[in-house]
């Protein structure tokens, strides 16, 4: 049974800040997709409940060439997947929404509840880390921007301090000549990730491997970088000797829990093959883009 | 945990109900307004059963707080019918025999026409038809006479008598 709350819902962003700020025991919600889910469970019954889901003012996508991409928090996840511009300049971004959940909570559930849940299977992390991703967060005290990798703190635990909202994604545009891949493992298409891999890679004119991130999903509490790996491929020609090497290293790296979909050792195995393809694949991209 | 009022347009139709703040989109399609043809199934955002269409984008119903489509247009499957007569999607399902229990069959059919509204004049593949009701579970069929139909929608066989 859901919880009698007290219901907020504010006409602005400023209005937000303020109500959020007043009440004490209040929770955020915006498209509900994981919440209702919680509070269904009784597991989280909040006095106040302040609703987002209206403030237009934050649903957004916005493209400039110097600038890159910048996605307000009450976006939908369809709204993503489906923009032109993310589908030309992100690519990884849109495919990786066509296989978060189903349909229907795409189009209802958005990119700041997703980010602000910190869920450790959630999809769009790895990726917004791997695309190098700053997060915009604010409340009646002002504004801060962080990168996204520092925004995780735990499990489902974030850097917000009370009052805090999520307000914006910021991803930058990549340097020449980088491309960013991802891949879920799971059962079915619309399920969370039993685990995952974002690699992205930059190439240097002779072929060389002048930068890469490799951040690996569900395999921590955290969405966790791979920087050995990373530092490994740096100067390196393509190699699948090499990559095989960077996939033993984030084997012994990641610290998956066991669980019903999945052992230890079989999450940890299915990260080295992930983060070898993931590579390899980036890497094959990277080499056609200008 | 005072009462509020919500208006909302269910299948063309105006209405205004007093909920409480927690009621959810299927509580106020169900239990307020009486169309039944919309199921609750697991609840928890898996099955698809209580899917509706919500600004023609379709949502599960047991994962909507009722206040958020404040000023929306609702459809169910209800309002699927054209004057009286099925739509091609239901006539479809009932020449393929696209159900057995029936139970997923008012949400697949939503899903189903949100699928065929947003790929309109445009030729679709089995694999796109499968992606369109991935949000929705289906216990009995296996699923293949169910994208037969959609399949013969959207290939214009049900095209206006
Ligand atoms: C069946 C199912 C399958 C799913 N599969 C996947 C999957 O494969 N991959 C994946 O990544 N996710 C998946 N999800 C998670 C989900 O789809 C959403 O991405 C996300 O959690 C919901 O966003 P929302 O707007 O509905 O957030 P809500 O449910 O409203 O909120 C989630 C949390 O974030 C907080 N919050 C929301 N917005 C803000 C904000 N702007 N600032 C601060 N706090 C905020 C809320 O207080 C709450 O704690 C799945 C969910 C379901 C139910
Ligand atoms: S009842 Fe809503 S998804 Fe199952
Ligand atoms: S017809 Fe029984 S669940 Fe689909």
């Known amino acids: ?290 | 945990m005072e009462k509020r009022a919500l208006k909302l347009s269910v299948n063309g139709q105006e209405y205004e109900v007093f909920i409480h703040p927690k009621t959810l989109l299927v509580e106020v399609i169900r239990d307020h307004l009486g169309f039944t043809g919309t199921k609750r199934g697991c609840e928890t955002v898996s099955c698809g059963a209580c899917t509706v269409l919500v600004n023609g984008a379709s949502v599960k119903s047991c994962s909507v707080l009722a206040v958020q489509v404040e000023g929306m247009e609702v459809t169910t499957v209800e309002g699927l019918e054209q004057d009286g007569k099925l739509s091609p999607i239901q006539k479809a399902f009932l020449d393929n025999g696209s159900y057995q229990c029936g139970f997923c069959t008012p949400g697949m059919l939503m899903s189903a026409t949100a699928f065929l509204k947003e790929n309109e004049g445009r030729e679709v593949t089995e694999h796109e038809i499968r992606e369109g009701i991935e949000g929705n579970i289906c216990r009995c069929t296996g699923y293949n006479s169910i994208v037969r139909a959609i399949d013969a929608v959207a290939k214009g066989t049900y095209k206006e008598e």
């Not at chain 1, 619309?190 to 992205?200: E, F, K, Q, T, Y």
């Open chain 1, 1 to 290: 049974m859901i919880n009698d709350f007290n219901y907020l819902k504010p006409g602005s962003v400023k209005e937000a800040f303020e109500m959020y700020a007043e009440h004490d025991d209040c929770k955020v919600i915006c498209g509900g997709q994981s919440l209702l889910i919680v509070m269904r469970q009784g597991m989280v019954a909040p006095e106040y409940l302040l609703d987002i889901k209206g403030l237009d003012e934050l649903r957004y996508i916005k493209y400039d060439e110097k600038d890159g991409l910048r996605i307000g928090a009450t976006t939908t996840h369809r709204e993503i997947e489906k923009s032109p511009i993310i589908q030309e300049k992100y690519p990884v971004l849109s495919l990786m929404e066509t296989k978060l959940a189903s349909i229907q909570t795409r189009n209802w559930g958005t990119i700041g509840g997703n980010l602000a849940h910190a869920d450790p299977a959630g999809d769009p992390a790895p990726v917004l880390i791997a695309l190098n991703a700053n997060i915009k967060v604010g409340g009646k005290n002002g504004e801060r921007t962080m990168p996204l990798e520092d925004f995780f703190k735990d499990y489902f635990e974030t850097a917000l301090e009370k009052g805090e909202l999520v307000l914006e994604v910021h991803v930058p545009v990549p340097p020449a000549k980088t491309s960013v891949a991802y891949q879920k493992f799971n059962l079915l298409d619309s399920d969370m990730g039993i685990v995952a891999v974002a690699a992205s890679i930059t190439l240097n004119g002779d072929d060389t491997c002048k930068d890469a991130r490799i951040v690996l999903g569900n395999a921590a509490p955290i969405p966790k970088r791979v920087k050995n790996a990373e530092e490994l491929l740096k100067g390196k020609k393509f190699d699948e000797k090499l990559f095989e090497e960077v996939g033993r290293i984030s084997y012994e790296e990641s610290e998956p829990v066991a669980d019903i979909h999945a052992s230890e050792e079989h999450r940890r195995h299915l990260l080295s093959v992930l983060t070898k393809r993931m590579i390899k694949k980036a890497w094959e991209q990277a080499r056609a883009v200008a």
